[in-house]
């Protein structure tokens, strides 16, 4: 049974930092890619970066580029998300999920972990 668990969400100020972290169990993260969505109350949900099953591609949405970083440990079978200089826009559930087919689709996606809410206050 596959599992992915995300923590590290929290609260902080704008400017602040905060590091995702999705752990895996039951799947194998450098055979797959990987993808991290957030989801803002009344909104889509949206996928602001990825990282294809080699880890020699990474995708970042226009909206955190240069602030995010996807990154993988194999060998704790984890994918993170450093998330830089946060903006009250970031507050957001943010999902980590991993599937064949690296896209910028959600459906693309099989697995999925439960979320971790981030929340940037002004």
């Known amino acids: 049974q596959v599992q992915l668990v995300e923590s590290g969400g929290g609260l902080v100020q704008a400017g602040g930092s905060l590091r995702l972290s999705c752990a895996a169990s039951?799947?194998?993260?450098?055979?797959?890619?990987v993808g991290w969505f957030r989801q803002a109350p009344g909104k889509e949900r949206e996928n602001v970066a990825r990282l294809s099953w080699s880890g020699a591609d990474t995708y970042y949405a226009d909206s955190v580029k240069g602030r995010f970083t996807v990154s993988r440990d194999n060998a704790k079978n984890t994918v993170y998300l450093q998330m830089n200089s946060l903006k009250p826009d970031d507050t957001a559930v943010y999902y980590c999920?991993?599937?064949?087919?690296?896209?910028?689709?959600?459906?693309?996606?099989?697995?999925w972990g439960q979320g971790t809410q981030v929340t940037v206050s002004s």
């Open positions: 999920a991993a599937g064949r087919f690296w896209s910028i689709m959600a459906s693309a996606y099989s697995f």
């Open positions: 039951g799947l194998t993260f450098r055979n797959n890619a």
